[in-house]
């Protein structure tokens, strides 16, 4: 007899409830999203790109226990840490297993003074300038950055090497300081506390990593 | 021959930057290759774009647009770093750190002028010249064209391979040719054989010219240069009988008389003038005796800007006003000439004395006789043969030897050397009209455009079968020349340079020859016997010298040093007095004249040359354009105003150009300054400006007489840098004569009206560590501009074309402001550089929203362009107005930008051409659109310096670390240095009483400050600038 | 619309529309006194004393708003500070990294923008907004209350009500027209 | 419909002219969004939007190009993006204000106007906030000027005046926004039961969020109407006087005043109130509100123009008062600058709107005459947006160091730009008119005579 006036179901009391709701868990999820996974962490941490030539650092650093500076030459010297010359491997492999198809490759590179493309895993924006002799030289092992990649078949990134990572760095460096003649021992561990050794290191080098923008930025 | 070893040692040497072609760079730095296409890529869309050119442009570009997506910095779309491929040497190099550049030791010669340079080469590419402080002629500095010609050698628009008829041909097709043509004019002595060349300096050219004529005795060489010394050396051989080159020292001189010459800007030598004058006016270095100098010129010059004495006289009364001058000097009894030449000049004299400034004469008088033997007179290269006559004599009588040296010209025994520039050129054209010669070969410059309008040079070509030019750019001679060769620039070709000192350097190249080209030492080879390369040729000039002694002269860039003083004895008048009866008499009728000088783009060989262009002339501040400079008296006599268009007209030629009113110019008199409105040049140069040469003939090259004028009623829009020229008697450049700066040493800190605000905070106290601060002792500084182009060369500034000019958006990060002082046509001008005052309250800093202007713990004003959004409120906010905003990515609108491929929708379409990124600094960021930059203290050379100390634990030496600005500055203005030292340079500088800071009151604190400049005027004619000093 | 759930529906209250804002006023004096707490007044606007004549405590808003406010305050000023002076102190004109005057500003503003968060939002959540569905719908006397009419409603809930008493009580008070809301059987 | 004897207690003004009953209100005013649009609204819309369509078209292309598409330069680096914003900001200022303000001061007659006046401040802050955003140089890091977590640590300067900005605008545009949709939530409910058809119940039902004019929530959403009135008046003074500060803190003579905070917000109110002339001026024609909208609503506001004019025009002449008293070369330069250096035609330009024109409102005939307030207020609106202009341009082209003084000319970007806001702002004001009751109606209600419950019988006592 009666015809409802309702316009809306009752169900419909809880939709704006519903809503809203959903509404702010999405927009805290879009920005958990950029923060978190579009942040270098997750970006770049785990980039193991494949190498024209599977140079194993496992077997060269690792097992041979070849020192980091045998090939990478200018680390101490140079804010560039380079990659070594066809003519670097050439020192023993012109004799050792001279049969491989990939020496071969090297071979060929040498004998035409042709670069082997090799892929770059480290790399920070081009604005930011980093310099590894800085840091070498001042007691920060290269593990701190690189992982170890002396256990490392094929080369990958440990490290986000994201701007709040350095900063990290700079304003801890005790975490990571060590003493100069280990930097390049991947498997170094302190005998005592290392921030004990750190605060000392610091005094001793006379660590001030600064955090002013142009001490990476120009 | 017996440098063979050494060679193959020397290749061995070169090999990171001879080894391959420029865009395959050796590097093993991703960021220096220039082209994608050995990449392999993992992510073919949107990968790779790091190893694009200009990576640093690129990666911020593309940030800029995934920003936008992603929240953390440095992700691409494909969520991953893009590839990047690393190309390390295949065999090893010596000196092949990465990042740590080297310099080579090289030279560089503009006309007779020489100038040994160190090339940094960094991965085998040269990207910054600097000075070589051994070479006596540069002594570590360098002047704009040095700078510049690094453009010039990545100009993307030079001749880049050898062609005939416009048809491609290989050098070797050329070689081939050329000796053919050798060998069958062996058998005719060269008959029918002509040479037109620019000047040339170098050693081996001459040895290789000397056994040409051997060869081919009957052959014609030539040599033309527009902006020359002819007068000087003429004049000087007219009274010594010997082809003398003086050598003034305005260091030692007390009184210093300058007759239109401008040697403290664009004339030859200029930088060691500018070094010795500076050191003449530093009280510091001087105990207070500082020179005197009075200067009389038509138009105002930094010479005349920095004159106590200026006298604006037209170029062609000069002469006159010196007769008047030695009549004068005569009835002193201080000089003595021969009769018959003492009434020739009194005859000349009395025609003018009612003429001259009576008192400006009558001080300027007095001074020569109280500063006997310390007088030193100098008259431009546009004055003729007489006045340089006269004044050597003059000098000889009042000055001592230690003041000025001569020595004789190195290859005087050369007609076409000694032969005038003017009868040269008409000369050659008259002899090819013969028609005997068939083949021409050109050497470098543009005679179609250069030679005066009465030398019809394109007439005289058609009578010539085989034509070649050999040219760094195609220009009018090309055109009309069948061979067209790339020439060599002097950064990638072996060879040698002798100054006019005597003092020769090396040549050496820093990067493998872009192009197919040769130099012309290897030209002369292929004509005097077979092809060698440059090095071998220069070795064998300087066979002397074992390979130990030769790699240390390669090392200094030096190969001897200047020759041993030759003091002019004999001297007859018959000589003067020859040229001097051949003076008019002065006629007293008004009649304009004309006078030609040089500009920026030199005589027009740097017309392709960005930077130059762009860079704001000194007085006028105009850029990418010349004018008919004229006085305001013209102007309001003809009621002009700048940009009116004029035609100009003497006897029977005229051409159209705008007027450029300029305060200090006298009147009835005009100035066409060389070089503009080529109509080939390349795609920056083509159609910039006037061409003058066409009112330019060989009975007046230096000066027309009898100039009209007529409005034709068009309108010309000027870019001039700085529209108003007062200083609206705002305390910025502040300067005080001698007795007044005794008086009151603290002047210049009292000159400031305002209070000082105070702060209502404790502010930070840079207390340790290096705190970096610079000076610009404006005593020194004459406003030469070479800081604005050795920063822009330093820090990746672009060029931003006429237009934006025009919009007020020039990107220069040192400008150096220009004030005029005094009214008319005696006004003068001081020069102030200005860059970011790196004030330690810097106003820009709080405003910035998001940070990206702060302070460095070392008291820099850091600018983060990553991190910048471009609000422009901290340019709006900066009181010195340093800051500059890229309103537009001026690297992509650059002229000879190419379209690139581009990684996303946002990237440009455009970027600048492979070899001019090739100049790109690594260790600066390219900035792309919509930042804001400006001065950094050259920051990046701040951090080499802390990177290398701290390397090897120690401290930062003063001097360790120069500013671009500082190294490249003649006139050693600049120091820069940890204000915290107390033996620094800087802190010394700023110790000084006349130490002062721009904009104080504001309480800036700023880092830069300036010393007051002093002057030392003729206490009698003293009030004339005492008026202008608190301008 | 389904029909059959609202036919069923069970009964909420009786309606009373009146003429004017005095006479609702009015009722709503009379049905208090007559000792009816849950009954509820509809009007196109708020009725002056209409609080008094329910005997309605006042409203909380005020406290809430305040709340709001506060949290912006304390929360804004410490962010700020928190950033600027520990977070990541940099350099900016040689001030103080703590330079609290420089924080007033935005403190203020974010103080605004919470209590009037609060305002807003605390309003909706007392007064039970958005509720789509309401039993006062039904009747066919709601239709033009925020239009010109004046509705009062005794709800069924209330502990003192008898559906015929209400009725004959309200009637008493002289209203336009009288409706049941909801089925008068149970 | 008897007797319409209304007794105006203690008001010599009808706040309604004529008397006519709630549902004569209801309808008049409801009747804009019942009816299908007139002609003249269709015409205009398409007018608008074409407009609209030419700023959106000129915002692409400076994004594409760059901020060199204006006409800035190195002395000049803020134009005509920050002189807009500046401007509609300040139009932005009214309604909130007289919504705010004139209801604390239990003001009657904001009631025809303040739903319009709220209206027209959320489009022009809309408008405003447009300019900011796209007139810093890399639109797509924006996001940099926001306290957002990221992977460089970094955070916004907080002691920047820009920043600031963007906190109080985003504030005021947002409670602007709160205040407006709580007023229209019960008019919605009432446009809700007049619907007829379903898609309109549906929507206007919405957001009516189901309101019924239950006396406990009037009793909530009084106090708490209260509430965002006190919230948002200062909330008003705050906004303009951040917006100065932009300016006032800096350091540039002709910026650096601390005069500016007030003098903002009285120019402010002056040039909102004078948009709200014009634009109610036109409504009140063409939608027969004459009744409601009445000439004396239009006299209270001329006065308020007259009384700001004058407020803004001493502050013209304290400027110049400081400048020369305090003996600072450059502030006394700047200001004899404004007055005679090469921009001195937009300086007078400024003064003749904003302090003479206004003048003429002392007449009480003018002040009553449509056709003239409709002028005046016009004129306000030019010689507001020329205030803006030579603060801005004219501080900027002449600083401190002569060497670097330049001139600014405007682009047809520039130009076309700020076309194109008002494009944008009639746009959402014609949809507003349609799709909105352009008066409060509970409120209008409230004010008649018949909502004064306490009326005893005889005392104009009305029966419906």
């Given at each position: 007899m009666k015809k409802s006036r309702q316009i809306f179901p009752k169900w419909a009391n809880h939709v704006p409830m519903i809503v809203g709701l959903s509404l702010f868990s999405l927009l805290s999820f879009v920005v958990f999203v950029f923060w978190y996974w579009f942040s270098p962490k997750h970006l770049n941490v785990g980039y193991q790109p494949e190498q024209p030539i599977p140079f194993s650092h496992r077997l060269h650093a690792g097992e041979l226990g070849l020192d980091c500076r045998y090939c990478h030459t200018q680390v101490q010297k140079a804010g560039h840490s380079n990659i070594p010359a066809t003519e670097t491997c050439m020192n023993c492999h012109s004799v050792i297993k001279t049969d491989s198809p990939h020496i071969k490759k090297l071979h060929e590179s040498y004998a035409n003074d042709e670069p082997i493309p090799w892929v770059r895993i480290h790399s920070l924006p081009d604005y930011t300038y980093f310099n590894h002799s800085r840091h070498v030289n001042s007691g920060i092992s290269c593990v701190s950055c690189h992982g170890r990649v002396d256990q490392m078949e094929v080369v990958r990134q440990v490290e986000p090497l994201s701007m709040g990572w350095c900063l990290d760095c700079h304003r801890k460096p005790e975490k990571h300081l060590r003493p100069v003649e280990f930097?390049?021992?991947?498997d170094w561990h302190p005998k005592e506390d290392q921030l004990t050794l750190g605060k000392r290191l610091k005094k001793k080098y006379d660590i001030q990593p600064k955090e002013y923008c142009s001490t990476c930025h120009r | 021959m017996s440098s063979l070893e050494d060679l193959s040692e020397e290749e061995k040497r070169k090999k990171p930057m001879l080894k391959k072609r420029f865009y395959r760079s050796q590097s093993d730095l991703s960021n220096d290759e220039s082209s994608g296409r050995f990449k392999e890529r993992e992510f073919q869309e949107g990968a790779a774009f790091l190893d694009a050119p200009v990576s640093r442009r690129t990666f911020l570009k593309l940030m800029g647009a995934t920003a936008a997506l992603a929240g953390?910095?440095?992700?691409?779309f494909n969520f991953r770093k893009p590839v990047q491929t690393i190309y390390p040497y295949a065999k090893r190099s010596e000196y092949?750190?990465?990042?740590q550049s080297l310099y080579f030791a090289t030279s560089m010669a503009l006309g007779e002028d020489v100038v040994g340079v160190l090339a940094k080469s960094y991965e085998g590419r040269p990207i910054k010249i600097e000075g070589n402080p051994s070479h006596s002629q540069s002594l570590g500095a360098t002047g704009i064209f040095q700078q510049s010609s690094l453009l010039d050698l990545y100009d993307p628009d030079r001749q880049k391979n050898v062609s005939y008829l416009g048809k491609y041909r290989s050098k070797e097709d050329f070689s081939a040719w050329l000796k053919g043509v050798s060998t069958e004019h062996f058998a005719t002595q060269g008959e029918g054989l002509c040479i037109l060349t620019e000047a040339q300096t170098s050693p081996t050219f001459y040895r290789l010219m000397k056994r040409f004529q051997l060869k081919f005795p009957k052959a014609k060489v030539f040599s033309y240069e527009p902006i020359n010394n002819d007068n000087r050396l003429r004049g000087i051989y007219s009274v010594t009988g010997r082809w003398y080159q003086p050598d003034y020292f305005y260091d030692k001189a007390r009184l210093i008389v300058s007759l239109d010459s401008d040697f403290l800007g664009l004339e030859s030598g200029s930088l060691l003038a500018t070094k010795r004058f500076a050191n003449g006016r530093d009280p510091e270095k001087t105990q207070n005796k500082l020179s005197r100098m009075y200067v009389c010129e038509p138009q105002l010059t930094v010479t005349g800007s920095k004159a106590d004495h200026r006298l604006a006289i037209k170029g062609l009364r000069v002469e006159y006003f010196l007769y008047v001058l030695v009549a004068k000097l005569l009835d002193a009894r201080v000089v003595t000439l021969p009769s018959t030449l003492v009434k020739q000049v009194r005859r000349l004299a009395f025609s003018y004395e009612k003429e001259v400034d009576i008192d400006f004469l009558r001080a300027l008088v007095e001074d020569i006789l109280k500063y006997r033997k310390q007088v030193l007179f100098v008259a431009g290269p546009r004055q003729p043969e007489q006045v340089h006559a006269l004044l050597y004599l003059l000098n000889k009588q009042l000055s001592s030897r230690t003041l000025h040296r001569y020595r004789s010209h190195a290859y005087q025994q050369f007609s076409f050397v000694t032969e005038s520039n003017v009868t040269s050129i008409r000369n050659f054209a008259a002899h090819l009209k013969t028609g005997v010669v068939d083949t021409f070969l050109c050497l470098g410059g543009d005679p179609v455009y250069q030679a005066p309008s009465d030398v019809d040079v394109v007439g005289a070509l058609k009578f010539v079968k085989n034509k070649v030019h050999v040219t760094l750019h195609e220009n009018d001679t090309s055109t009309h020349c069948d061979w067209v060769v790339p020439r060599s620039h002097y950064l990638e070709s072996w060879g040698d340079l002798k100054a006019s000192d005597g003092s020769s350097s090396v040549v050496q190249p820093v990067i493998r020859p872009l192009y197919d080209s040769l130099s012309d030492n290897e030209c002369m080879s292929l004509l005097v016997s077979s092809y060698s390369d440059g090095y071998r040729l220069l070795r064998a000039t300087w066979r002397q010298f074992s390979n130990k002694q030769w790699r240390s002269c390669l090392h200094n860039?030096?190969?001897?040093?200047?020759s041993s003083d030759e003091w002019g004895v004999s001297f007859s008048d018959r000589g003067c007095l020859k040229a001097l009866s051949k003076v008019k008499l002065f006629k007293r009728n008004q009649y304009m004249e004309i006078g030609f000088v040089s500009s920026f783009l030199y005589d027009g060989r740097f017309s392709n040359n960005g930077w130059l262009q762009e860079l704001p002339d000194s007085i006028s501040k105009l850029t990418w354009d010349n004018a008919a400079l004229i006085g305001v008296e013209t102007a309001s006599k003809f009621s002009l105003k700048s940009g009116d268009v004029v035609t100009l007209r003497v006897k029977d030629r005229d051409i159209d150009i705008p007027v450029f009113v300029l305060p200090g110019h006298v009147s009835d008199s005009i100035t066409l300054s060389l070089g503009y409105g080529r109509r080939v040049a390349g795609r920056v140069g083509e159609r910039k400006g006037f061409d003058v040469y066409p009112m330019i003939r060989t009975d007046d090259f230096y000066f027309a007489e009898k100039a009209t004028l007529i409005k034709t009623g068009d309108v010309y829009p000027f870019a001039s840098t700085?529209?108003?020229?007062?200083?609206?008697?705002?305390?910025?450049y502040r300067q005080a004569n001698l007795s007044h700066y005794i008086k009151h040493p603290e002047f210049a800190k009292e000159m400031v009206e305002v209070e000082n605000l105070q702060s209502l905070w404790k502010e930070r106290e840079f207390t340790d560590g290096n705190q970096w601060g610079m000076v610009i002792d404006l005593a020194r500084c004459t406003g030469c501009s070479v800081c604005t182009i050795a920063c822009q060369a330093e820090n990746n500034i672009p060029i931003v074309g006429k237009e934006e000019v025009l919009n007020g958006r020039e990107m220069h990060w040192i400008r150096v402001d220009r004030y005029f002082e005094g009214e008319g046509e005696s006004a003068t001008a001081v020069h102030q550089p200005v860059a970011c005052l790196h004030c330690e309250t810097a106003p820009c800093e709080q405003v910035c929203p998001v940070a990206a202007t702060v302070h460095g713990e070392e008291g820099t004003n850091d600018m983060v362009y990553n991190r910048c959004v471009g609000t422009r409120y901290c340019a709006d906010n900066c009181p010195a107005k340093v800051r500059r905003f890229n309103y537009f990515d001026y690297h992509q609108r650059n002229p000879q930008a190419q379209s690139k491929d581009r990684v996303h929708f946002f990237d440009y379409l455009k970027e600048p051409d492979p070899t001019i990124q090739l100049q790109f600094n690594p260790n600066v960021t390219v900035r792309m659109r919509g930042v804001m930059e400006k001065c950094s203290f050259c920051i990046q050379r701040i951090m080499k310096g802390k990177s290398d100390a701290g390397n090897d634990q120690r401290d930062i030496l003063d001097g360790e670390v120069q500013t671009a600005c500082q190294q490249a500055c003649p006139a050693e203005a600049i120091s820069f240095g940890n204000i915290l030292d107390k033996n620094s340079e800087v802190f010394k500088k700023k110790d000084l009483h006349r130490d002062y800071h721009i904009l104080n009151e504001l309480h800036l604190k700023a880092r830069v400050s300036y010393s007051a400049s002093i002057t030392n005027p003729n206490s009698h004619l003293a009030h004339k600038k005492e008026s202008a000093a608190h301008g | 619309m389904s029909k059959t759930r609202h036919l069923s529906s069970k009964l909420y209250g009786v309606v009373a529309e009146f003429d004017t804002a005095t006479d609702l006023l009015q009722a709503a004096k009379k049905v208090r006194e007559e000792g009816y707490v849950s009954f509820e007044t509809y009007s196109p606007f708020p009725i002056h004393g209409m609080d008094d004549a329910m005997k309605l405590k006042p409203s909380i808003m005020g406290w809430i708003t305040f709340l709001g406010g506060s949290i912006g305050l304390i929360g804004g000023f410490s962010f700020q500070s928190w950033a600027q002076a520990i977070a990541y102190p940099y350099i900016i004109s040689g001030k103080p990294f703590f330079s609290y005057p420089a924080f007033v500003p935005v403190t203020f503003e974010l103080m605004v923008l919470f209590s009037a968060f609060a305002a807003v939002f605390g309003m909706f959540i007392l007064n039970g907004l958005p509720k789509y569905h309401h039993p006062v719908f039904e009747s066919k006397l709601m239709e033009h209350v925020n239009s010109h009419s004046f509705v009062l409603v005794v709800e069924a809930v209330d502990a003192k009500f008898q559906l015929d008493e209400v009725k004959t009580f309200l009637q008493g008070l002289d209203p336009k027209e009288i409706d049941v809301i909801g089925d008068a059987n149970d | 419909m008897g007797d319409t004897s209304v007794n105006y207690d203690l008001q010599r003004h009808p706040l309604v002219e004529g008397g006519p009953d709630l549902k004569t209100v209801s309808d008049v005013i409801s009747q804009p969004v019942e009816v299908k649009p007139p002609t003249w609204w269709l015409i205009s819309i398409v007018g608008s939007i074409s407009i609209l369509t030419l700023l959106l078209s000129m915002v692409g292309y400076l994004v594409w190009e760059g901020v060199g598409v204006w006409g800035l330069n190195n002395p000049v680096g803020w134009g005509f993006a920050i002189v807009n914003f500046v401007f509609w900001v300040g139009i932005g200022h009214a309604g909130t204000l007289i919504s705010a303000i004139l209801f604390l001061f239990r003001q009657k007659w904001r009631t025809s106007i303040n739903r319009f006046a709220e209206a027209m401040t959320i489009f022009a802050v809309i408008c405003a906030g447009l300019f900011p955003g796209i007139h810093i140089g890399r639109v797509w890091v924006a996001y940099y000027l926001f306290p957002i977590p990221n992977s460089m640590w970094l955070w916004p300067n907080f002691k920047s005046p820009l920043l600031w900005d963007v906190f109080a605008v985003s504030t005021y545009f947002t409670v602007s926004l709160l205040f407006w949709f709580v007023g229209l939530v019960p008019d919605l409910a009432m446009l809700r039961d007049r619907s007829t058809t379903k898609i309109r119940k549906v929507l206007y039902g919405i957001f009516a969020l189901g309101w019924r004019g239950a006396n406990r929530h009037w009793q909530h959403y009084e106090r708490s109407y209260l509430l965002l009135a006190a919230l948002a008046t200062p909330l008003v003074l705050s906004v303009h006087s951040i917006v100065s500060f932009d300016f006032a803190v800096s350091q540039l003579p002709g910026w650096h005043t601390t005069i500016f905070p007030p003098y903002f917000v009285a120019g402010a109110i002056f040039s909102g109130f004078a948009m709200v002339v014009t634009l109610m001026v036109i409504a009140r024609e063409l939608f027969g509100l004459k009744h409601i909208m009445t000439l004396h609503h239009l006299e209270c506001m001329n006065k308020i123009i007259l009384a700001t004019g004058m407020m803004v025009g001493y502050a013209y002449a304290m400027e110049f008062f400081m400048a020369w008293y305090s003996g600072n070369e450059y502030e006394a330069f700047a200001f004899v600058n404004r007055a005679f250096g090469p921009y001195y035609w937009a300086y007078w330009i400024m003064v003749s709107c904003n302090v003479l024109s206004p003048q003429f409102f002392w007449f009480k005939k003018l002040r009553r005459s449509i056709p003239f307030m409709f002028v005046i207020s016009i004129f306000v609106n030019i010689g507001m947006w020329f205030e803006r202009f030579v603060i801005t341009v004219t501080s900027l082209h002449r600083d401190f160091m002569p060497s670097s003084w330049g001139y600014y000319k405007p682009t047809f970007v520039d130009v076309c730009t700020f076309i194109g806001s008002f494009g944008l702002f009639f746009t959402l004001f014609l949809l507003f008119l349609k799709f909105l009751p352009m008066i409060a109606v509970f409120e209008i209600k409230g004010v008649m005579p018949q909502a004064n419950p306490h009326a005893h019988d005889g005392e104009g006592h009305v029966k419906n």
């Open positions: 930097v390049t021992k991947l | 953390a910095s440095g992700c691409s092949d750190v990465a990042d860039g030096v190969l001897s040093v200047p700085q529209e108003h020229g007062s200083m609206e008697d705002r305390p910025f | - | -």
